[in-house]
C-alpha cells in the first residue's frame, strides 16, 4: 500500500489529518507510533482546528524534517516550501478554511471537532487532501532516494 493510501485510511479510521500523514511515514522515519500520535494531533484542522494550514501538509512538513534530518534550516524551509507549492497547485490552496470553504463547508474552529461518522466523511475533502500530501512527500523522498520507486507499491 502507498504510504499515500495508507495516510488516507488512518484518516478515515478516525485519525486527524496530521496524523494520518505522519503515522504512514513513521516506520520509514524510525518514529514510535505513539510518540507519533503525540506530536502530530495538535496540528489538526488547520493547527488546533484554527483552519489555518491544512494539517495533512503540516503533517508532511513534520515527516519531511524526521524523514530528511541532515538537512540544513534552509534546506528544511525550501523542502516544505516545495511541498506546499505543489499541495496548492495541484489544490488551490494549503490553507483549510480556504479548502473547506472551497467544498462548500463551514470554518468552525471550535476545539470540539464534529463526530465522525459515514456523512461526515462523505462531504469532506480531507481524505483525498491528505492522500495528496503524503503523495507528494512520498514522491520527494522518492526523487531525493530516501526512499526506493519499489518501496512505492501500488
Known amino acids: 500500500m502507498k504510504r499515500a493510501e495508507r495516510a488516507k485510511a488512518l484518516f478515515l479510521e478516525g485519525y486527524n489529518c496530521a496524523q494520518a500523514v505522519v503515522l504512514a511515514f513513521a516506520e520509514d522515519a524510525g518514529l514510535d507510533e505513539s ?35 541532515e538537512l540544513t534550516k534552509p534546506e528544511a524551509y525550501a523542502l516544505v516550501q516545495e511541498i506546499a507549492r505543489r499541495f496548492a497547485e495541484k489544490n488551490g490552496s494549503f490553507n483549510c478554511g480556504e479548502l473547506l470553504r472551497g467544498a462548500g463547508l463551514k470554518t468552525d474552529t471550535a476545539p470540539n471537532p464534529e463526530r ?39
Open 116 to 154: 465522525r461518522t459515514e456523512e461526515y466523511y462523505k462531504k469532506r475533502p480531507c481524505p483525498e487532501l491528505i492522500y495528496d500530501a503524503a503523495e507528494i512527500l512520498e514522491d520527494i523522498c522518492i526523487a531525493r532516494g530516501r526512499l526506493k520507486a519499489a518501496e512505492k507499491s501500488e
Open 35 to 69: 510518540v507519533a500520535k503525540a506530536f502530530s494531533r495538535p496540528l489538526g484542522g488547520g493547527m488546533g482546528r484554527l483552519r489555518q494550514t491544512c494539517g495533512a501538509v503540516s503533517g508532511a512538513a513534520v515527516a519531511s524534517g524526521v524523514l530528511f534530518p
